[in-house]
């Protein structure tokens, strides 16, 4: 596998620190609020990537954070007078609400940066006793010219007279020390720990290189997280967790591209987002937006609009109409099997391990589904073609993840029988008023000539 690599800036041959095995870090969520779509974009390519190894046959351990403790949260918690605890909890359901509909499946483990603090003290009391971290009067520091490598991943260079930073967030400019650890004030209210380096609260980078090294040891294979977070959040993390190992923290960085609106980053703070319950009020099916991400390149910026989401949920339906009449179709006897079924399927993989490109892979996906769709305009189709066929979409889609899976209510296939028994009378407004039921129960029936029918989820834009 070949995978572009943010810290060389190279394209680079994948090679895992154990055979068959990858280490894997992502940034997740700080459960603030709601998720906007343009972190899911980032989300759904954490999803990608390690569905991507699995399909190559590696065995993935993938952590993603949840930041349940920082400025933000303190802030929000206590304006809406709720405890931290009620309120994180309150988001990360949320969130885990949101990530299931884009159907993102679990990472191996979600640690909470609250469970953690204990590893985060033991690492700040190492950097003190080392000489990188300091003391100030409103918390502990990094000292970041005590780390000769610092800037190596985003490129800044550390200047003179250093100031420091408290807040978490802060922009490409501010290169200074910054917060491991912050004492309490009157701010943080009820929320602080105490420790042996003060009574106080941990600072956002630390909470990832003590997630990092509890979970996947002192030197993982791949970390990743959205292009905003290059600097300073993973610069912080290498100087945090090499000065404290003394080793390589990460051997491949590998960082996704934003979601822009109007040609500007998707973000709280420009008030251009939408969750995606926004757009399940509108009627969108979530992995309609899931296919959108799938066909961009993840190291391409993704315009979102309104148009192009109806585009991918038309694409989505005709994707699932297409496999349900495959799976309906009537089998000939004929042991030929098309050749280039494999040759898609192999070009499919190549693209994968091209730097996970999803949207060439797709493109295979497409043409096999085109090769299915004139099966089905023939009408009928080899046995063992078919089951090739539909074994290789199945293959796909367990990394695409876009068809539909589930069992479809019993109720609805009743009313979709009966609805077929009324057509063969001729009584098309009774069946009429049934296919109106059965799109009231989320599906939708399409016919098979006269006397058959498929169901497929109800999509309102198509
Ligand atoms: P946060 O909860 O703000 O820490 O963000 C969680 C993840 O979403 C991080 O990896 C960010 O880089 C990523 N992210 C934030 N905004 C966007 C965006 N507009 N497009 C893609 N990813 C984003
Ligand atoms: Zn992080």
Same mark, same amino acid.
């Given at each position: 596998?070949?995978?572009?690599?943010?810290?060389?800036?190279?394209?680079?041959?994948?090679?895992?620190?154990?055979?068959?095995?990858?280490?894997?870090?992502?940034?997740?969520?700080?459960?603030?609020?709601? %998720?906007?779509?343009?972190?899911? /974009?980032?989300?759904?390519?954490?999803?990608?990537?390690?569905?991507?190894?699995?399909?190559? #046959?590696?065995?993935? $351990?993938?952590?993603?954070? &949840?930041?349940?403790?920082?400025?933000?949260?303190?802030?929000?918690?206590?304006?809406?007078?709720?405890?931290?605890?009620?309120?994180?909890?309150?988001?990360?359901?949320?969130?885990?609400?949101?990530?299931?509909?884009?159907?993102?499946?679990?990472?191996?483990?979600?640690?909470?940066?609250?469970?953690?603090?204990?590893?985060?003290?033991?690492?700040?009391?190492?950097?003190?006793?080392?000489?990188?971290?300091?003391?100030? =009067?409103?918390?502990?520091?990094?000292?970041?010219?005590?780390?000769?490598?610092? #800037?190596?991943?985003?490129?800044?260079?550390?200047?003179?007279?250093?100031?420091?930073?408290?807040?978490?967030?802060?922009?490409?400019?501010?290169?200074?020390?910054?917060?491991?650890?912050?004492?309490?004030?009157?701010?943080?209210?009820?929320?602080?720990?105490?420790?042996?380096?003060? $009574?106080?609260?941990?600072?956002?980078? &630390?909470?990832?290189?003590?997630?990092?090294?509890?979970?996947?040891?002192?030197?993982?294979? &791949?970390?990743?997280?959205?292009?905003?977070?290059? @600097? !300073?959040?993973?610069?912080? =993390?290498?100087?945090?967790?090499?000065?404290?190992?003394?080793?390589?923290?990460?051997?491949?960085?590998?960082?996704?591209?934003?979601?822009?609106?109007?040609?500007? $980053?998707?973000?709280?703070?420009?008030?251009?987002?939408?969750?995606?319950?926004?757009?399940?009020?509108?009627?969108?099916? !979530?992995?309609?937006?899931?296919?959108?991400?799938?066909?961009?390149?993840?190291?391409?910026?993704?315009?979102?609009?309104?148009?192009?989401?109806?585009?991918?949920?038309?694409?989505?339906?005709?994707?699932?109409?297409? @496999?349900?009449?495959?799976? $309906?179709?009537?089998?000939?006897?004929?042991?030929?099997?098309?050749? =280039? %079924?494999?040759?898609?399927?192999?070009?499919?993989?190549?693209?994968?391990?091209?730097?996970?490109?999803?949207?060439?892979?797709?493109?295979?996906?497409?043409?096999?589904?085109?090769?299915?769709?004139?099966?089905?305009?023939?009408?009928?189709?080899?046995?063992?073609?078919?089951?090739?066929?539909?074994?290789?979409?199945?293959?796909?889609?367990? %990394?695409?993840?876009?068809?539909?899976?589930?069992?479809?209510?019993?109720?609805?296939?009743?009313?979709?029988?009966? /609805?077929?028994?009324? /057509?063969? =009378?001729?009584?098309?407004?009774?069946?009429?008023?049934?296919?109106?039921?059965?799109?009231?129960?989320?599906?939708?029936? %399409?016919?098979?000539?006269?006397?058959?029918?498929?169901?497929?989820?109800?999509?309102?834009?198509?």
């Amino acid at each position: 596998m070949i995978i572009y690599n943010t810290l060389t800036k190279e394209k680079e041959t994948f090679s895992p620190l154990e055979k068959g095995k990858v280490k894997m870090y992502c940034c997740g969520p700080t459960v603030y609020d709601y %998720v906007h779509i343009g972190n899911l /974009r980032t989300f759904i390519f954490y999803d990608i990537i390690k569905r991507i190894f699995e399909h190559f #046959g590696y065995e993935v $351990k993938q952590v993603i954070n &949840i930041t349940d403790v920082d400025d933000k949260i303190i802030k929000n918690s206590m304006e809406t007078k709720t405890g931290i605890y009620r309120y994180t909890k309150m988001f990360s359901e949320f969130f885990f609400e949101d990530i299931g509909k884009v159907k993102i499946e679990p990472a191996t483990i979600y640690p909470r940066a609250t469970d953690n603090i204990d590893k985060m003290v033991e690492i700040i009391e190492a950097l003190i006793q080392k000489g990188f971290a300091y003391k100030a =009067e409103d918390g502990v520091y990094y000292s970041i010219e005590k780390f000769k490598d610092y #800037g190596k991943l985003s490129g800044v260079k550390v200047g003179q007279g250093l100031s420091r930073i408290k807040s978490d967030e802060y922009d490409k400019l501010s290169i200074s020390d910054f917060a491991l650890w912050k004492f309490w004030d009157e701010k943080d209210g009820d929320v602080f720990w105490d420790a042996s380096i003060g $009574k106080g609260r941990p600072g956002w980078h &630390i909470e990832c290189s003590a997630m990092s090294n509890r979970f996947l040891g002192d030197t993982l294979d &791949i970390h990743c997280g959205g292009v905003d977070l290059i @600097f !300073p959040h993973h610069e912080n =993390e290498i100087a945090q967790s090499e000065a404290y190992t003394g080793k390589k923290f990460v051997n491949y960085w590998v960082h996704s591209e934003h979601l822009l609106v109007d040609g500007r $980053k998707m973000s709280k703070s420009l008030h251009n987002f939408y969750t995606l319950r926004d757009l399940e009020d509108m009627g969108f099916d !979530p992995l309609s937006f899931r296919l959108m991400c799938l066909d961009s390149n993840y190291r391409d910026k993704l315009d979102f609009t309104m148009d192009n989401l109806k585009r991918y949920e038309k694409t989505l339906n005709d994707i699932n109409i297409s @496999f349900k009449l495959l799976e $309906k179709l009537n089998e000939s006897d004929s042991v030929e099997i098309n050749e =280039e %079924v494999d040759t898609i399927y192999s070009k499919f993989d190549e693209a994968l391990a091209d730097d996970f490109d999803t949207h060439s892979a797709l493109a295979q996906f497409f043409k096999l589904l085109d090769l299915a769709n004139i099966k089905i305009k023939d009408g009928r189709i080899g046995k063992s073609e078919k089951k090739k066929i539909i074994d290789t979409i199945m293959k796909m889609d367990k %990394v695409l993840g876009v068809i539909d899976k589930g069992d479809i209510n019993k109720d609805v296939i009743e009313l979709a029988d009966k /609805r077929k028994e009324l /057509r063969k =009378e001729s009584k098309w407004a009774e069946a009429d008023a049934i296919r109106k039921e059965i799109l009231n129960n989320g599906y939708n029936v %399409v016919d098979i000539g006269d006397s058959d029918y498929i169901i497929v989820k109800k999509r309102n834009h198509v």
